[in-house]
């Protein structure tokens, strides 16, 4: 996917790629600019913004959020161990070439090192890859579709860590445009049967929140649940929007911008927006 390759070749393709698309900004900088030479559309795979909760949400969210107060992104992952023993056919593939993982670890050093700028330790480059770059980074990109609805944009990073020998990192930034503080963890729990993934909206009169299944159970809706007080009489709502499956409705989105050239919902720019932030919490984390 590197912007001189790109260049080269006369057989561009529409590119759909996996999040994160990359490690670095740089890297996503010359992913656009090759995109523009080609002609061709990009599309990152954030399924979330294809969520149908996801987007009720963003239909319920105030444009006024002065008040907001807070928002939590809270990930519990034990990977995929819990949620696959339906699936008789699952395989982990356990043939690749030593050599090629030996390549690959060693391209994704290179990689990693170009993003923080520096060389990692093995926990530390776990929690930056893993935690930050795998995991979190579905959220923070959930998160910023919130902000932009609200016309609120992040602030100073005000604390951010690797911890548990990099399973676990922590990140907390100021919002601008209201009261609030966001804070994400994610936290690698190898034994733990259960997966959790919440992301919740505090503002002083309402609660929003997303509770996301794990990505291995399909057609599991995403838990969407407003609660507001009258008084002392507390009531909480549960929103299930649809049972379609946001992995599905985000290739009938790519197939539409590459057939009918509708707007990409999840462009490289947005991409780099993301890895903007990570790179903000990891060197934060870093010197900590």
Not at 146 to 166: C, H, K, N, P
Request: proline share 4%.
């Amino acid at each position: 996917m590197r912007a001189r390759y790109w260049r080269r070749s006369k057989w561009s393709k529409h590119v759909f790629c996996e999040k994160p698309l990359c490690f670095s900004v740089a890297e996503a900088d010359e992913i656009a600019a090759a995109r523009d030479a080609a002609g061709k559309v990009v599309q990152v795979g954030y399924m979330k913004r294809f969520d149908p909760s996801y987007e009720m949400l963003l239909s319920l969210l105030p444009r006024d959020a002065s008040d907001l107060r807070q928002i939590s992104v809270e990930v519990q992952d034990p990977d995929s161990w819990p949620f696959t023993q339906h699936q008789g056919d699952f395989v982990k593939p356990n043939d690749v070439p030593p050599e090629l993982i030996a390549e690959g670890n060693a391209l994704r050093e290179r990689q990693v090192q170009r993003a923080t700028g520096r060389v990692l330790t093995g926990s530390e480059m776990w929690g930056f890859t893993n935690s930050y770059c795998s995991s979190l980074i579905h959220d923070i990109n959930a998160v910023h579709g919130m902000l932009d609805v609200m016309s609120i944009e992040t602030g100073r990073i005000v604390g951010a860590a690797f911890y548990a020998d990099g399973d676990g990192s922590h990140g907390s930034v100021r919002l601008t445009g209201c009261k609030g503080l966001w804070q994400m963890s994610h936290l690698f729990v190898p034994k733990v049967a259960d997966y959790v993934e919440r992301i919740s909206l505090y503002f002083g009169d309402v609660v929003f929140e997303l509770t996301f299944p794990s990505p291995y159970l399909n057609h599991f809706p995403t838990r969407l649940t407003v609660a507001r007080s009258e008084g002392t009489v507390w009531r909480k709502t549960e929103i299930r929007v649809s049972y379609e499956e946001a992995f599905v409705r985000e290739l009938i989105g790519f197939w539409g911008s590459v057939v009918e050239g509708k707007a990409v919902r999840n462009t490289v720019e947005a991409a780099s927006r993301d890895l903007r932030l990570v790179a903000q919490l990891a060197a934060t984390a870093l010197e900590s």
